[in-house]
């Protein structure tokens, strides 16, 4: 089966020319097979995403492929495009300031109100009418009289694709970062099946991400269904994964994420082949316990501890250099943590602000392979 390509328009530019992005869509042979939208590059230096979608178009056209699938790489041209010399600063909206990431809609829907209105429906008829609404919600915030921002309006056009699939998963990486992942406490069991080696449990709660627009308002739905006798099951799964440092391309490593993708939608139905999860140690620990430790001095910072390994109570996590300190004990100061951890990613620069999230680590961790 091969890929259609359309494209979708984000914005404009001041000069009046479209933004838009390349969309990638196989139909699928099963209209109830679960549909399946992942997007990557929202930050503008989180390129590694792109090798990964590229690596599941390779193999997804050599499969049966049962479920619609939309593939939504290069998601935010104006974070790609956003350089400063040789580096890219796509992170944050330069107009506003806000995580690119952090702009998706909080639909706010009175979910007792609305599901007195459809209660009636059976859940086929339910989820497809909920579907609609938050569709609808989009759309209304994308058409306001007020208007909206760039970011809001980039953010929202990619959540309304979103909320037309059972499957959302959105390719990030960190600044220098190890694999891991975010998992919704209700979808735990499916951590097991991507190759990455860490997951961070969120709570049902939006924080303003792409994953959290995606499973939040089901949550809502179903948490209040089930109030009501109703036995309903969330029928949206969204995560996210974080494949390793931005600014670098790893087309072997894209493969081996690619596949991991593949071994979930194995698993769900998406595909008719059996695709095998990779066997491989995995962890989570839950949200509470991802730790970040915030620079207690300036200066320049030696990055000691090594990220995926287990850094143990008392070993040194950096050290940090001040000359403008030269010959006094306070010349090469070393960071420890009183605590087992993992770190799992650390600042970009090794010039630091005091007060700088220099890492986060995952403590308390439980295997998640039982």
């Keep these: 089966m091969k890929f259609s390509q359309t494209s979708l328009t984000v914005g404009e530019l001041a000069t009046g020319q479209a933004l838009s992005v390349p969309v990638f869509h196989i139909a699928g042979k099963d209209s109830h097979a679960p ?49 400063s010399g040789e580096f890219t600063l796509g992170r944050f909206d330069p107009i506003t300031g806000v995580n690119w ?15 007195q209105q459809h209660s009636h429906l059976d859940d086929k008829a339910l989820i497809a009418a909920y579907r609609l609404q938050l569709i ?27 909320h037309q699939a059972d499957i959302v998963i959105d390719l990030h990486t960190g600044p220098k970062s190890c694999k891991h992942m975010y998992c919704p406490e209700y979808d735990v069991a499916a951590a097991s099946l991507f190759s990455i080696p860490y997951t ?66 194995s698993q769900r139905g998406v595909v008719s082949e059996y695709v095998q999860a990779a066997d491989m140690a995995r962890y989570g620990c839950y949200l509470k ?34 000359l403008d300190r030269f010959g006094t004990h306070e010349e ?27 890492y986060k680590v995952m403590t308390n961790l439980f295997n998640l392979n039982l």
């Design 35 to 83: 549909k399946v939208f992942i997007q990557a590059n929202v930050h503008g230096a989180e390129v590694q995403g792109n090798a990964v979608i590229f690596q599941l178009m390779k193999q997804l056209e050599q499969m049966d492929v049962q479920g619609e699938v939309t593939l939504l790489p290069l998601a935010n041209p104006l974070g790609i495009n956003q350089k």
């Design 101 to 115: 990431n952090r702009e998706y809609l909080d639909h706010k829907i009175d979910i007792a109100s609305w599901y």
């Design 136 to 162: 609808e919600s989009c759309n209304v915030h994308l058409n306001s009289e007020w208007g909206v921002t760039t970011g809001k309006r980039l953010a929202v056009t990619l959540q309304s694709l979103a």
């Design 200 to 265: 961070l449990v969120i709570p049902n709660d939006f924080g303003g991400a792409m994953d959290e627009a995606a499973f939040c308002p089901w949550w809502q739905l179903t948490e209040f269904a089930n109030s009501q006798g109703r036995g309903l099951k969330v029928p949206v799964s969204a995560f996210t994964l974080e494949l390793g440092s931005q600014e670098r391309i790893d087309m072997d490593d894209a493969l081996s994420d690619a596949k991991g993708i593949l071994a979930y939608l």
């Design 289 to 322: 316990d991802y730790k970040k430790f915030h620079a207690p001095i300036a200066g320049m910072v030696e990055y000691k501890a090594e990220l995926g390994h287990i850094l143990y109570s008392g070993e040194t996590l950096a050290n940090v250099l001040r």
């Design 332 to 358: 090469l100061t070393e960071l420890v943590l009183n605590k087992d951890c993992i770190p799992i990613l650390h600042f970009a620069s090794a010039s630091v602000y005091q007060g700088t999230e220099l």
